[in-house]
């Protein structure tokens, strides 16, 4: 992973993926994010298709600065080159004004990892505002980078798309001279959960109700993470869909309950 955002399935990717049909031909993942179901899935399935959208325009500049082979070596500049303690952090925040995408990337990338900006933990949060040693400067970027290179690889397999779900096409249509049978394509949608507040938009109960409307109507296997909300087990109960207890999430407020509502039989929902 090169994100670090808040609700990130980076600790669930293995069992929810563990829920996912074993027959999958293109793999769309509506709401991107940090990447980390679609990164696994490209680890376990690496001949498949993949599509990946997000409505974040930082996310998706970020993807497209490193599948351009000029702009990747100027990220790589920035990263390198720049120090790292708190004045910077501070500045990065609340005052640079990005000139270009490049920089605009680096800008995201490095509060993304680094602060709470994008989820990061409290240990890193807190190297990162502390006035850093030369050597500490040294390995966070060293790691940074590390991060960087090891997913150019695995880039250049994904498609990237910039949209709201709604504006998103399901099923994904392909050239005829390259034919990707409809019962092969699977959907995993990881919104931000309903009633929680992030630095992403709001998503609200309409948002919701709106992408149950489209999976289910895209007639396509499909997956949707969230939490045990009551309008999500009222929806999910109303569309007869199955509903899968992950486990609990505690953060600094309360505890709740991780599900996965799926179109399809895996093992016995939270309604039998």
């Not at 990717?13 to 829920?19: E, H, L, V, W």
């Not at 070596?73 to 004045?87: A, D, F, Q």
């Amino acid at each position: 992973m090169i994100l670090n955002r808040l609700g990130n399935k980076k600790e669930l990717a293995d069992k929810i993926i563990s829920y996912f049909p074993k027959d999958i031909t293109c793999f769309i993942d509506l709401f991107f994010g940090a990447g980390s179901i679609t990164w696994k899935m490209l680890d376990l399935y690496p001949n498949i298709h993949y599509h990946a959208n997000d409505n974040d325009d930082s996310v998706f500049n970020l993807w497209n600065v490193l599948i351009d082979s000029e702009k990747i070596n100027e990220l790589y500049e920035l990263v390198y080159y720049s120090p790292y303690h708190t004045g910077v952090h501070e500045f990065l925040s609340k005052k640079f004004v990005p000139k270009n995408d490049v920089e605009n990337a680096y800008r995201f990338l490095v509060l993304s990892n680094y602060s709470l900006y994008g989820g990061a933990s409290m240990n890193e949060v807190n190297k990162s505002n502390v006035l850093l040693s030369i050597h500490s400067s040294e390995e966070l970027k060293k790691k940074l980078l590390v991060k960087i290179k090891s997913n150019l690889d695995k880039i250049k397999f994904v498609k990237f798309y910039n949209y709201d779900f709604r504006k998103i096409q399901l099923p994904i249509s392909y050239p005829t001279n390259r034919p990707t049978q409809k019962n092969g394509q699977f959907v995993y949608a990881d919104p931000p959960y309903v009633g929680t507040k992030g630095n992403y938009d709001i998503f609200t109960e309409n948002d919701s109700n709106d992408l149950f409307e489209k999976l289910c109507n895209s007639e396509l296997r499909f997956a949707y993470s969230e939490f045990d909300h009551p309008l999500i087990l009222d929806q999910a109960k109303q569309r007869n869909l199955n509903v899968i207890v992950l486990g609990e999430r505690q953060n600094i407020k309360n505890r709740r309950t991780e599900i996965l509502v799926t179109n399809y039989e895996t093992e016995r929902s939270l309604f039998d």
